[in-house]
C-alpha cells in the first residue's frame, strides 16, 4: 500500500462529505439531547472529524476499530450506516447493540468496530487483545486503537504499549490529544505534554500529525499504515485537534476562555478543507450544495422515532450463555 495520498477529485469530495455527515448527525444529536429525545451520557466530537475520517482512508474492512467513548465520528467513518447508530441512541431495539450500548458503547461486529467505552483507557488493552489474536490465527489485520491524551495516565497505557512493542504486534495507536482531559488543560496535568515522546519508552515510532488537517492525518495514516502491515511492529500517531463543545452535555465548561474555542472554530478541519478546496478551484458551488447530509440525518431521526423497545422478557438474554458449546 502506497503512502502518499491520492487527491484526485472524487477523494477530495469523499473526505469533505464524510467530514460534513460526522457534523451534521452530532449537531442533531445536541438537539435531540436537549429534547430528551437521547438520555444518559453524550460526548460530542465537533471540531475532531478530520482524524476519524483521515484515519478510516487506510483501514481495510479486516482490520480492528477501538474506540473511546467519543466514538460516533469514529463509528460513522467506519461505515456503520447512522440509522443504526440513532436507532442505538434512543435505546431502541433496531440499534447496532439492540438499545443496549447507547451513546458510549458502540459495537458493530460488521465492520469489526469494537467500542465504545466508557472507561478511560479501557479500549487499549482491548486492542492489544485483538491484534494478539490476529497475529496467532495468521490474520493480516492491524487494530486501530483511539484514545484521548487523558488515557497516558493510566496503568493500561503503559502496560498495552509495552506488550505490544515486546511482542511486536499490529497495533496503530491513536491520540486524540484535544488538549483538555475533561476539565484539565494538558500541561497542568503531564510533566512531558508532547505525548508522542512517551511512546518512545517503549521502543514505539512515533510522529505528531495535525489533527486539524484530514489530508495531514490521512497522509501520516498511511506512513503508518505500511510500517505496521510490514511486520515492524506497533506504531503511534498523536493527532492534535480540538473539540468545539464540552467534555460532556454535563458539562458546563468553565475551564476554557470562550474565545480560545473561536479560534479554533476559525481553523476547523471542515473550515479548513472547504476552504482550500474552493480557493485551488477543486470545489463548485452545485457539488457542495450536493452533499445532501440533512435528508440522511432526518431519515435516521425517523428511523429511531419508528423503532422499538426491547421486550422486558429479554433482559436477561446475553447475560449467560444458553448453551455450552461442545
Not at 499504515?225 to 480540538?242: H, I, K, M, N, Q
Not at 428511523?303 to 422499538?308: D, K, P, Q, W
Request: aromatic content about 8%; hydrophobic content about 45%.
Amino acid at each position: 500500500m502506497s503512502a502518499k495520498v491520492h487527491l484526485d477529485h472524487v477523494h477530495n469530495l469523499h473526505l469533505l462529505e464524510e467530514m460534513i455527515r460526522i457534523r451534521r448527525f452530532e449537531e442533531k444529536c445536541f438537539e435531540l439531547y436537549q429534547a430528551q429525545k437521547i438520555r444518559g451520557f453524550l460526548h460530542l466530537y465537533d471540531g475532531e472529524e478530520a482524524v476519524s475520517v483521515g484515519i478510516m482512508q487506510a483501514l481495510a474492512p479486516e482490520d480492528a476499530v477501538v474506540a473511546t467513548y467519543r466514538e460516533h465520528g469514529q463509528a460513522i467513518a467506519r461505515g456503520i450506516p447512522m440509522t443504526a447508530l440513532m436507532a442505538e441512541m434512543y435505546g431502541r431495539l433496531e440499534g447496532c447493540c439492540r438499545g443496549r450500548g447507547g451513546s458510549m458503547h458502540i459495537f458493530d461486529r460488521d465492520t469489526r468496530f469494537y467500542g465504545g467505552n466508557a472507561i478511560v483507557g479501557g479500549g487499549l488493552p482491548l486492542a492489544v487483545g485483538l491484534a494478539l489474536g490476529d497475529k496467532m490465527q495468521g490474520r493480516n489485520a492491524l487494530s486501530a486503537c483511539f484514545f484521548g491524551e487523558g488515557a497516558v495516565d493510566e496503568g493500561e497505557f503503559h502496560e498495552s504499549l509495552n506488550l505490544a512493542s515486546l511482542w511486536r504486534l499490529p497495533v496503530l495507536f491513536v491520540c486524540e490529544n484535544n488538549l483538555y482531559a475533561m476539565g484539565m488543560r494538558l500541561e497542568r496535568a503531564e510533566a512531558e505534554p508532547d505525548i508522542h515522546k512517551k511512546a518512545g519508552s517503549y521502543r514505539i515510532p512515533s510522529e505528531v500529525v495535525d489533527g486539524m488537517d484530514v489530508v495531514a492525518v490521512e497522509a501520516a495514516v498511511r506512513r503508518a499504515v505500511e510500517s505496521v502491515r510490514a511486520g515492524d511492529g506497533p506504531y503511534f500517531l498523536e493527532c492534535r485537534t480540538y473539540r468545539f463543545r464540552a467534555h460532556s452535555m454535563f458539562d458546563a465548561q468553565l475551564y476554557r476562555p470562550k474565545d480560545e474555542i473561536e479560534a479554533w472554530k476559525r481553523k476547523g478541519p471542515i473550515v479548513r478543507f472547504q476552504g482550500w478546496l474552493e480557493e485551488a478551484g477543486l470545489l463548485r458551488a452545485d457539488e457542495l450544495s450536493a452533499i445532501e447530509v440533512a435528508v440522511e440525518v432526518e431519515a435516521a431521526v425517523a428511523f429511531a422515532e419508528a423503532g422499538s423497545l426491547e421486550p422486558v422478557e429479554e433482559l436477561e438474554r446475553f447475560v449467560l450463555m444458553d448453551e455450552v458449546p461442545a
